[in-house]
């Protein structure tokens, strides 16, 4: 078991050293990192924000590392990539796991601004609040450990449930610039999606989801547990058209994923060489893929062990082209 660690940020003694010898010399920029769990604080927009990362036990100084961005729902916290066993395949898959924290009014129960537009207003566990910069905030924190460690700039992955697939459906439309591929499991999209190249997406959907309705409309999610109230609830078909129509794909589908309740059909042909996947998990509910029943299954629908994050990590393996 690793040591959960704070750290204080001093990025200068991250910096190459240097010397006064005229005898060139080979210098390493990173120095060397125990795998294990780090907790990190930054300020960003007047706020003091936290965000954990997981260092594999493969990791190497002089070896560049994809980065895995996982986006807590709604209500959540940094923990909750950690329950749904993503450090487990950090290590089986080497990437340096990074787990950002959303704000929230109530210590313990945090959200992100994913842009989704509600009826009820600002909620604690619904959307977010729409004047916090998230997205600047995500932004920085892929920086700062760009900084400390060796990461592989152009395999820097996000990934989410609910609240936090919309957060990484938000990261694919306004930072398409760093982040390679998403895939959101049942989140929302916003309206004003401009991505600024094709980015690949793996859209994951249950069809017992009681919070992000498969087809659509209003959610009867955790009644008396979980209270907001989305606008409009888009389809899994909806928001996989739209991302269809963004990265100009083709209308040819293929089936490249298929085991039990969960089929997922992909777009194969799209601008940029990227792909689009919906994968249906019928049965499934408001979960993230062989991940943690964080409530009962009659108020949010029951995990699914037919998909799990190796589909995931597949994706974005063979799909980080920029």
């Known amino acids: 078991m690793f040591l959960q660690k704070k750290i204080s940020i001093n990025l200068h003694e991250f910096q190459p050293s240097t010397t006064s010898s005229s ?3 080979t210098t390493v920029k990173f120095s060397s990192v125990t795998p294990g769990d780090y907790t990190f604080t930054t300020l960003h927009d007047g706020l003091t924000r936290f965000y954990k990362v997981y260092i594999p036990h493969s990791y190497s100084p002089i070896q560049k590392t994809p980065v895995v961005i996982y986006l807590h729902g709604g209500g959540g916290n940094m923990q909750a990539a950690y329950k749904d066993g993503l450090t487990t395949y950090s290590d089986k898959y080497g990437f340096i796991l990074l787990t950002p924290q959303g704000t929230s009014k109530t210590t313990g129960r945090y959200t992100w601004n994913t842009g989704v537009t509600t009826t009820d207003g600002v909620t604690e566990q619904g959307v977010g609040n729409p004047s916090i910069d998230d997205t600047g905030f995500i932004a920085k924190a892929i920086s700062e450990i760009e900084q400390r460690y060796n990461i592989d700039p152009i395999r820097i992955y996000a990934t989410g449930l609910s609240n936090g697939a919309a957060m990484a459906n ?3 439309c306004n930072l398409s610039e760093k982040i390679a ?4 499991v049942a989140g929302a999209l916003e309206d004003a999606c401009h991505p600024t190249r094709p980015i690949p997406v793996m859209l994951i959907n249950g069809t017992n989801d009681l919070c992000h309705p498969y087809e659509g409309g209003q959610a009867e999610c955790a009644k008396g547990i979980l209270t907001f109230k989305i606008h409009h609830i888009q389809s899994a078909h909806e ?3 739209t991302w269809t129509s963004l990265n100009k794909c083709s209308a040819t589908t293929t089936i490249t994923y298929q085991k039990g309740n969960a089929t ?3 777009n194969p042909s799209c601008a940029g060489n990227t792909t689009v996947s919906l994968c249906t998990i019928t049965g499934m509910g408001h979960t993230y893929p062989s991940g943690n029943q964080y409530l009962p299954a009659k108020f949010i629908g029951p995990v699914s ?3 799990s994050f190796d589909q ?6 063979n799909k980080h082209s920029q």
């Open 239 to 241: 928001i996989t058209r």
């Open 312 to 317: 995931i990590w597949d994706f974005f393996d």
């Open 23 to 25: 005898t060139p010399k």
């Open 305 to 307: 062990y037919d998909i």
């Open 181 to 184: 591929a998403i895939a959101p």
């Open 264 to 266: 997922c059909v992909t």
């Open 170 to 172: 938000r990261l694919g």
